[in-house]
């Protein structure tokens, strides 16, 4: 059974850094992309970036080019969302899912609160 | 401006059929899109429901159905049920690595 589950989300100051963890089973995960998609409270889903199998290609929505990095470690199943200099507008549940094109297999989601 | 435009909310009488929509703000939704449909329950993860604009998700029933009209993405329930309403999204491929959801149409059935 594919699993997918995140971890590392909380409260952080404007302009703080936070790191997100996904950690997935269940599949061959070196084969799949992996996708990071935020829904802010009340609003709709946000794509944000994702990452080849092999991590030879990354992209990312134009709001978290130069803040946001994404990455992964194949030996640990694992893939990563490194978020700096963050904005209240980034306050957010952050969804993991492994991706094949756009079918996600989704995680339940971790919570990111910018506030002071 | 949104990129991506679906019906803010759409209403439909359970046993009842509905077509939601999804298209580029400018310019038509092609198969090479890979248009992909998503079913959300409030206070829930996403399911994705139709990819590549009509391959059904595995469990999804055979009454959700995925397909091109005219020059948007389509996602028709027929035979709606009651706890289908709930909230959904499409995302279009941009072509350059990236996607990029559409608002969301709020389905409420009665």
């Known amino acids: 059974e594919v699993q997918v589950v995140e971890s590392g989300g909380g409260l952080v100051q404007p302009g703080g850094s936070l790191r997100l963890s996904c950690a997935a089973s269940g599949f061959a995960f070196s084969n799949y992309w992996m996708t990071w998609v935020r829904q802010a409270p009340g609003k709709g889903l946000e794509w944000v970036a994702n990452i080849r199998g092999d991590g030879g290609e990354r992209y990312y929505v134009d709001s978290v080019k130069g803040r946001f990095t994404i990455s992964r470690d194949n030996g640990k199943n694992s893939v990563f969302l490194y978020m700096n200099s963050l904005r209240a507008e980034d306050t957010a549940v952050y969804y993991c899912?492994?991706?094949?094109?756009?079918?996600?297999?989704w995680g339940q989601g971790t919570l990111v609160s910018v506030s002071s | 401006q949104t990129v991506v435009t679906q019906e803010p909310s759409f209403s439909v009488s359970p046993g009842g059929t509905v077509t939601l929509t999804c298209g580029w703000r400018s310019g038509s939704v092609s198969p090479r899109d890979h248009p992909t449909w998503y079913q959300q329950i409030p206070g829930q993860a996403p399911r994705t429901l139709i990819y590549d604009t009509d391959i059904r998700s595995s469990g999804v029933p055979d009454r959700f159905s995925g397909s091109i009209l005219g020059n948007k993405a389509a996602l028709t329930i027929t035979g709606a049920q009651a706890d289908d309403e709930c909230d959904y999204y499409c995302?279009?491929?941009?072509?350059?690595?990236?996607?990029?959801f559409g608002g969301g149409t709020k389905l409420t059935v009665l």
């Open positions: 899912a492994r991706s094949e094109w756009a079918r996600c297999d």
């Open positions: 995302t279009l491929f941009m072509g350059d690595g990236t996607w990029v």
